[in-house]
């Protein structure tokens, strides 16, 4: 018995999971081990760096105080993330169009144009946007050339700073938006039409439902990625707008706080996770993906 235990094989892994072992290690290592790190630190001791070895909720115990105006920065941050994905909705939808529909043989070209300015650093473009906005800069000596009073004060208010999230942020939505238009069959589209429906009828029963997976995936990137903006509220809106990355960052520089900047990150996961879960929870994905 002993013999026929020690010389029985070891047992094999599926091809499946062999073949899967690289994502799972770059996941673990990448993902996994950085999240729990942070989640570690958020219960250690304030100003301290007892990560592992230490246990206290005096960190969160600060966020939650009543005279921690902490909160006031996860509201502008989560309100300026549902504003951006709402703006980008509405004008990235008929470019989308375009690009499937419309623009025909161009559309590799506007393609380009709108992947362009990802290959050119985010802070480099805000900064040309400052340059832009300032005070006798590009926009108010042009207007004063041209004989008016002047361009408008837009820089470092919260509206510049909304405008600087969707201009980073819409190619994250234009191109899942896309992929999701390009799902819609033309027949089905036809059928609908020769069957009496409006053109209306036919983006409100059809055309929205067949490309809704894209739309979600391309609203959902949008809010997460919005949702831990930093550099514009810090280079357009000169910290009128102060987002709740913004109290993160000088928990873990200036402050060296960690915990307390683990403390609030994570938070914020819990957040941003809970309101995502809560909008694919209340969508059926089965009906959307037509599997039902």
Same mark, same amino acid.
């Given at each position: 018995?002993?013999?026929?235990?020690?010389?029985?094989?070891?047992? =094999?892994?599926?091809?499946?999971?062999?073949?899967?072992?690289?994502? *799972?290690? %770059?996941?673990?290592?990448?993902?996994?081990?950085?999240?729990?790190?942070?989640?570690?630190?958020? +219960? &250690?001791?304030? =100003?301290?760096?007892?990560?592992?070895?230490?246990?206290?909720l005096q960190n969160f115990a600060a966020i939650f105080d009543a005279n921690n105006t902490v909160w006031t920065s996860f509201v502008w941050a989560l309100a300026l993330a549902f504003a951006c994905v709402a703006i980008l909705l509405v004008v990235c939808y008929p470019?989308? +169009?375009?690009?499937?529909?419309?623009?025909?043989?161009? @559309? #590799?070209?506007v393609s380009v144009l709108f992947v362009f300015p990802l290959f050119v650093s985010e802070n480099v473009r805000l900064y040309g946007w400052v340059l832009f906005f300032i005070k006798n800069g590009v926009l108010d000596g042009a207007l004063k050339w041209l004989g008016?009073?002047?361009?408008?004060?837009? *820089?470092?208010?919260?509206?510049?700073? %909304? +405008?600087?999230?969707?201009?980073?942020?819409?190619?994250?939505?234009?191109?899942?938006?896309?992929?999701?238009?390009?799902?819609?069959?033309?027949?089905?589209?036809?059928? &609908?039409?020769?069957?009496?429906?409006? /053109?209306?009828?036919?983006?409100?029963?059809?055309?929205?439902? *067949?490309?809704?997976?894209?739309?979600?995936?391309?609203? *959902?990137?949008?809010?997460?990625?919005?949702?831990?903006?930093?550099?514009?509220?810090?280079?357009?809106?000169?910290?009128?707008?102060?987002?709740?990355?913004?109290?993160?960052?000088?928990?873990?520089?200036?402050?060296?706080?960690?915990?307390? #900047? @683990?403390?609030?990150?994570?938070? %914020?996961? %819990?957040?941003?996770?809970?309101?995502?879960?809560?909008?694919?929870? /209340?969508?059926?994905?089965?009906?959307?993906?037509?599997?039902?």
């Amino acid at each position: 018995m002993a013999e026929n235990s020690l010389s029985a094989p070891a047992p =094999k892994l599926s091809p499946g999971l062999r073949a899967s072992l690289p994502v *799972l290690v %770059l996941l673990v290592a990448g993902f996994l081990a950085p999240l729990v790190t942070v989640a570690a630190y958020a +219960f &250690a001791t304030p =100003k301290s760096f007892d990560v592992f070895r230490s246990f206290t909720l005096q960190n969160f115990a600060a966020i939650f105080d009543a005279n921690n105006t902490v909160w006031t920065s996860f509201v502008w941050a989560l309100a300026l993330a549902f504003a951006c994905v709402a703006i980008l909705l509405v004008v990235c939808y008929p470019i989308a +169009f375009g690009l499937n529909k419309v623009f025909g043989k161009w @559309s #590799g070209l506007v393609s380009v144009l709108f992947v362009f300015p990802l290959f050119v650093s985010e802070n480099v473009r805000l900064y040309g946007w400052v340059l832009f906005f300032i005070k006798n800069g590009v926009l108010d000596g042009a207007l004063k050339w041209l004989g008016f009073p002047g361009g408008p004060d837009l *820089l470092y208010t919260p509206g510049i700073t %909304l +405008f600087g999230m969707v201009y980073v942020y819409l190619p994250f939505m234009l191109f899942p938006m896309t992929l999701g238009i390009a799902m819609i069959p033309r027949d089905l589209v036809d059928a &609908a039409r020769d069957l009496g429906a409006s /053109r209306l009828m036919i983006w409100r029963e059809v055309e929205l439902p *067949l490309a809704m997976p894209g739309i979600l995936i391309g609203a *959902l990137l949008t809010f997460v990625l919005a949702a831990g903006a930093v550099a514009e509220a810090k280079i357009l809106g000169g910290q009128s707008v102060i987002t709740i990355t913004q109290d993160i960052e000088v928990a873990f520089t200036y402050a060296q706080n960690w915990p307390m #900047g @683990s403390a609030l990150a994570l938070i %914020l996961v %819990l957040i941003v996770s809970g309101l995502a879960l809560t909008a694919m929870s /209340r969508l059926d994905l089965d009906k959307i993906l037509g599997k039902r």
